[in-house]
């Protein structure tokens, strides 16, 4: 549930103070990348990656060296209970991964 509808919609005494600042919806991949700095292959990299020959990944690792060859479009999130490679082109179908893996009885993800 989101803040919005789950907090501010229910809320009784709000107060709004208007200001200018950036923002962004962090409710995709998409969202990330449009945050992160992007190398000049249109990669987005946090933790220790190295990418070659790739483009247009997002690569988020914690506790490894993550090597990335020969991809394009590609998602990878390194976390320590679960490792998660996926098209871009995939990511508004993530919901089926998870009720795959509910089926499973997994709680990772």
């Not at 709000?14 to 700095?37: K, L, M, N, T, Y």
């Not at 990656?49 to 990335?68: F, N, P, R, Y």
Request: glycine residues 8%.
């Amino acid at each position: 549930v989101s803040v919005d509808v789950g907090v501010m919609e229910q809320a009784e005494n709000i107060c709004a103070v208007p200001c200018r600042f950036g923002w962004d919806d962090v409710g995709s991949w998409r969202a990330i990348e449009r945050i992160g700095a992007a190398d000049q292959e249109g990669n987005c990299l946090h933790g220790d990656v190295v990418t070659v020959d790739s483009t247009g990944c997002t690569v988020s690792g914690q506790e490894k060296l993550i090597a990335v060859l020969g991809l394009r479009e590609i998602i990878i999130v390194d976390t320590p209970d679960a490792l998660l490679v996926c098209s871009k082109r995939s990511t508004q179908d993530i919901k089926k991964l998870t009720a795959a893996l509910r089926l499973q009885h997994r709680q990772v993800l």
